[in-house]
């Protein structure tokens, strides 16, 4: 079976309601979002220093830390991966660049 964000998002689902002293992820929700926040942020910024001068390995691994990180905090908000994913389906009906563009018009 092919390992996707779904499967991630529906380990994180799971483990929400898990015992805090058996899981890392129920301990984060248990933080609430300012908690969830702040490690999300510390994650983003390893992975911006591990992509600047971090080796491939590295960037990968602290890649795979945002993406857990950004699921937990979404969970803790009560948004759901599928609003993410419409967001970003949205946005394939144009450019990056016409969409930044559009809002310099404004
Ligand atoms: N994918 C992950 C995942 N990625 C990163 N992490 C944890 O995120 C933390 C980030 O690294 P840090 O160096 O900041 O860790 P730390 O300083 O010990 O963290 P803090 O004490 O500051 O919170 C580490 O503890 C990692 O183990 C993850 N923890 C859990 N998962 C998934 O969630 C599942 C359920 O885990 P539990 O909720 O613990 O059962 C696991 O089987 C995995 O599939």
Redesign the pocket.
Known sequence: MTFTLDT?DA??AA?SS?QAD???????IEGGPTRCAK?LG??GV?AALACAGGTKVELAAEA??V???LLVALRSRGVPLSDVMSVLEKRTEQSGLAEKASRKAK
């Open positions: 991630l380990i994180v483990r898990a058996e899981s890392y992820t129920r301990s984060l490690k510390e994650e390893e795979a830390d993406l857990y990180h």
